[in-house]
């Protein structure tokens, strides 16, 4: 038998995900050109006279830009509250605390970052309409004048054109991919789902858009694109079902975007639509819900940590360059191949786990007992009402505190998960995160005035109160006895299991459910035991 070399086995698998010319004509056409055309606008700002740079600045300044998306957010969670209580009174299970958390702080953190990715999105929209739009502009601005409403039509249904191909391009670019795919890696697909979102896909996103900065002021742009935006909100959900079929036929609705979050084969890379899913039936990816989908990644994350879920397939990426022999190969897998080309060179060389097992269990690490989930909930709303209170006034203070504040909050993120992800320092991060907010009341506050000694007596309220629930009812994991699934039974203490999943069924030799490592090792438990 002929054993393969790498090389020949990577040569396989490129025969595999060549692209026809057809296709790299349309991409060229319609992804490409917006691409370099960014590439040339930043390449111009760098170059440009620092006069220049400084006049582009205090026109960035001068801009209203407008925002409908953060005064949304509490509309956002009235409709997680109700489909909760939809979810709750039919006896579905839409919703799990541990993956409606993961998924809230994946929004709240790209909240917190929108400070920063604003300014990066609109500087090369108004370089572009400062230096070019006034040429385009004597043509135009009779006509968009005299007819306004016929013009926002047409930036409505441009908008969305330009968001079909960034989407799609996000699951056929590794690169994109790598900055989407947290949004894809929720294993359920409720309201929460549409909040989780990308730290990083903003800063690649905003290409597409700029030819319209030839013609439209960046807040009219702006502003239909938060309405695009808005709009893929409700479309998230399990609880309404196919619409009339003129309305499925036209626009997106939760029954095609379920296809979309799905990753059965017949969903995978299906239906891109933003508003109208006339663009997939023009460009041949729209695919009818037939099957009910099975949601996530087609790799199991086996955690809840936010660091790994925003940046696990950049890991990915690079442990897949190692098996690509050439430069050329190397640049193609960034710029050119997809992220199902990484699976498929990682299984060739025998390196990584089978992924998209349609059957397997869904990752469930979570805390257990009452005053653990009270104190996750209440951390929670406290985090919720900081992010809020960041993106609606965070522009009137200075970079300093708002670093300090973005700190504290994304610390917040990253210590609740770890604690229903039972990492074993989650005690400690907690504690210490409490502690800085006393420090940030101390140093924030100003003590000559009296109702800020009664905000403050509350804050160290606050932090008693959640000192008394980490150190007296948090655990720190489960000691597990296990049999190992071996041709001969066996039992294996393993100590005390950090980040553990169990499903809640019984076990064959009466244990109590089945552990899940992070590496993805299944254990059939035999006992358990909780540690403080």
């Keep these: 038998m002929e054993v393969k070399t790498v090389h020949q086995k990577i040569q396989e698998v490129d025969e595999r995900w060549g692209k026809p010319w057809q296709s790299w004509l349309m991409y060229l056409t319609l992804a490409f050109g917006p691409a370099v055309l960014g590439l040339m606008t930043i390449a111009n700002v760098i170059a440009a006279q620092p006069r220049s740079v400084e006049r582009l600045t205090l026109a960035y300044n001068e801009v209203k830009m407008p925002d409908i998306i953060t005064p949304s957010i509490p509309i956002f969670l009235v409709c997680i509250f109700v489909e909760i209580l939809i979810n709750h009174f039919q006896k579905k299970d839409y919703y799990r605390l541990n993956d409606a958390l993961s998924s809230l702080f994946a929004g709240g953190a790209q909240q917190i970052f929108g400070i920063v990715s604003k300014a990066f999105t609109v500087f090369p929209y108004l370089y572009i309409y400062a230096t070019y739009g006034k040429l385009f502009q004597l043509y135009t601005n009779h006509f968009f004048d005299d007819h306004w409403l016929i013009s926002g039509i047409i930036l409505f249904i441009g908008v969305d054109h330009s968001y079909y191909w960034f989407h799609r391009m996000s699951h056929e670019w590794n ?85 979309h979050h799905g990753r059965n084969p017949i969903y995978i890379d ?50 897949t360059q190692k098996f690509v ?141 959640s000192w008394i629930m980490i150190w007296r009812f948090g655990e720190k994991g489960i000691e597990v006895v296990v049999v190992e699934k071996k041709e001969k039974e066996e039992r294996k203490s393993v100590g005390v299991v950090d980040n553990v999943a169990r499903e809640s069924f019984g076990s064959s030799s009466g244990g109590s459910g089945v552990v899940i490592t992070p590496k993805g090792q299944f254990f059939e438990v035999v006992e358990e035991k909780k540690v403080k």
């Design 270 to 319: 299906k239906n891109y639509a933003g508003v109208f899913i006339i663009w997939d039936r023009i460009y041949g990816t729209f695919q009818e819900e037939t099957e009910a989908p099975v949601y996530g990644v087609t790799v199991e994350l086996n955690t809840w940590s936010p660091l790994y879920t925003q940046f696990h397939h950049w890991i990915e990426i690079w442990d």
């Design 325 to 465: 022999p050439s430069f050329a190969g190397k640049l193609r897998l960034i710029i050119d191949r997809g992220p199902g080309y990484n699976y498929d060179v990682l299984n060739t060389n025998n390196s990584y786990f089978s992924c998209n097992d349609l059957k397997r269990l869904k990752y469930d690490a979570k805390v257990s007992g009452v005053v653990n989930t009270i104190y996750l909930i209440a951390q929670t709303v406290l985090i919720a009402g900081g992010v809020f209170g960041f993106g609606m006034f965070g522009e009137d203070y200075g970079y300093g505190y708002l670093f300090v504040w973005a700190l504290w909050l994304l610390s917040g993120m990253y210590g609740v998960l770890a604690a229903v992800d039972r990492r074993r320092y989650w005690k400690e991060l907690e504690s210490v995160r409490m502690m800085a907010l006393g420090f940030m009341t101390l140093e924030f506050m100003d003590f000559e005035v009296i109702e800020n000694w009664k905000i403050c007596s509350a804050v160290f309220a606050w932090i008693m109160a």
């Design 175 to 259: 690169t994109f991919w790598a900055a989407h795919i947290v949004h894809h890696s929720s294993e359920e697909f409720n309201f929460t789902t549409a909040l989780r979102q990308s730290l990083v896909q903003p800063m690649f996103g905003w290409v597409f858009y700029l030819p319209f900065a030839f013609i439209y002021p960046v807040e009219f742009y702006f502003y239909f694109y938060q309405i695009n935006t808005l709009y893929q909100f409700w479309i998230h959900t399990r609880v309404v079902d196919k619409l009339p079929a003129p309305i499925e036929f036209i626009f997106n609705t939760p029954s095609h975007h379920r296809v």
